[in-house]
T-cell receptor, first 112, second 114 residues
């Protein structure tokens, strides 16, 4: 069966520090991968998506970047965190046929 | 422009009462439609989805949703709400030709009073 792993579950980081959140998928190949962010009291905003290794599309300009070094690995990074980067980050994967999405359990990031 | 809207930010209902959460979209064709629920501090759970066919869709936990093309809506309903239904509910849409990107509404927070 397919599973998605996202870690860490919680993270407290000082302003200006780097960030690396990792997401891995098991049990499938060539998934579409996504990073979403949910800021406090707001909906889910798509940050990045990837349809293949090394293929990253950014949805909004920001202080973050994403990489897909392997087929089932998706990494969200920042060189220097801002207070505004605080939020709940969700990784997800999808397949096209049938269209279905699976979300990770999320990472709550607090930048202090 | 393609968009999805949840007009109600916060709804309060009494336990046992019926519930309807609204979702509207703006698109020239029929998108793929989803409803998710998020309990506090948790990830997302799929309640139901609509791609085509019967416009009344049954989901988990006693929820249903009806697709109305003429109104560009996909409202979520439940005949009798339980206290455990208190959560945040998200309508989400995939607009065809967008690399299967799931676009979320801003969410509706449901509070259930006893």
């Amino acid at each position: 069966s397919q599973t998605i792993h996202q870690w860490p579950a919680t993270l407290v980081q000082p302003v200006g520090s780097p960030l690396s959140l990792e997401c891995t998928v098991e049990g499938t190949s060539n998934p579409n991968l996504y990073w979403y962010r949910q800021a406090a009291g707001r909906g889910l905003q798509l940050l990045f998506y990837s349809v293949g290794i090394g293929q990253i599309s950014s949805e909004v300009p920001q202080n973050l970047s994403a990489s897909r070094p392997q087929d089932r690995q998706f990494i969200l990074s920042s060189k220097k965190l801002l207070l505004s980067d605080s939020g709940f980050y969700l990784c997800a994967w999808s397949r096209d046929r049938p269209l279905d999405y699976t979300f990770g359990s999320g990472t709550r990031l607090t930048v202090v | 422009a393609q968009s999805v809207t949840q007009p109600d930010i916060h709804i309060t209902v009494s336990e046992g009462a019926s519930l309807e959460l609204r979702c509207n979209y703006s698109y020239g064709a029929t998108p793929y439609l989803f409803w998710y629920v998020q309990s506090p501090g948790q990830g997302l759970q799929l309640l139901l989805k609509y791609f085509s066919g019967d416009t009344l869709v049954q989901g988990i936990k006693g929820f249903e949703a009806e697709f109305k093309r003429s109104q560009s809506s996909f409202n979520l309903r439940k005949p009798s709400v339980h206290w455990s239904d208190a959560a945040e509910y998200f309508c989400a849409v995939v607009f065809t030709g967008t690399a299967s990107k799931l676009t979320f509404g801003t969410g509706t927070r449901l509070q259930v009073t006893l």
